[in-house]
């Protein structure tokens, strides 16, 4: 995929169907390999997205290959720190760098003042952990929340990162 494929903006109230859509089917291979389709991304209503959407301190970036929504990332911002998740890519271009992309449009778009951001996917899912490492994202610890173990991975910000972004 290269640049001038992908458009990456901010998701908004209108694409909230678009969103649900693409939450579920990339999150179905996450909850077939833990055994729970219970997650919260396919537990999620429309009415909980859409007020998701428009809470304080949530800023949603949406990739878009022309007029489809295949990849997206949710910010939670809290004082000084901002943690990243439900991240997204359809399964068809799972591979492609569209999430590597999602992460490096995170950067510039923080508010100034955030000083580490942080990243949990499930401790087994290596890829996940490998992409966030390959983006300067360095483990911290596990948590577990009933069946699942959560690996929980930190990227300290500095000028260089900002400069980069």
């Known amino acids: 995929m290269t640049q001038a494929d992908l458009d990456i903006r901010t998701v908004t109230l209108d694409d909230a169907g678009e969103l649900l859509t693409l939450r579920r089917a990339a999150f179905v291979t996450e909850a077939q390999q ?3 389709p219970n997650i919260p991304p396919l537990t999620q209503t429309l009415d909980e997205l859409r007020d998701d959407l428009g ?10 290959s022309g007029h489809r929504l295949i990849g997206s990332i949710r910010v939670v911002i809290e004082g000084t720190k901002a943690t990243l998740g439900r991240f997204a890519v359809a399964p068809d271009l ?3 760098g569209v999430g590597t992309r999602l992460l ?3 950067l510039p778009i923080l508010p100034d003042g955030i000083e580490e951001v942080w990243v949990f996917t ?11 490492e390959s983006q300067g994202y360095e483990h911290q610890h596990d948590q ?3 069946d699942l173990t959560y ?6 910000l500095g000028d260089d990162d900002r400069a980069e972004a």
Not at 55 to 64: C, E, H, P, Q, Y
Not at 123 to 132: G, P, Q
């Open 34 to 36: 833990y055994g729970d």
């Open 55 to 64: 809470a304080d301190g949530v800023i949603t970036l949406g990739a878009w």
């Open 94 to 96: 799972q591979g492609k």
């Open 104 to 106: 490096m449009a995170i």
């Open 122 to 132: 499930g401790r087994d899912s290596l890829h996940n952990i490998a992409l966030y």
């Open 144 to 146: 577990t929340a009933g």
């Open 151 to 156: 690996a929980y991975l930190r990227k300290i």
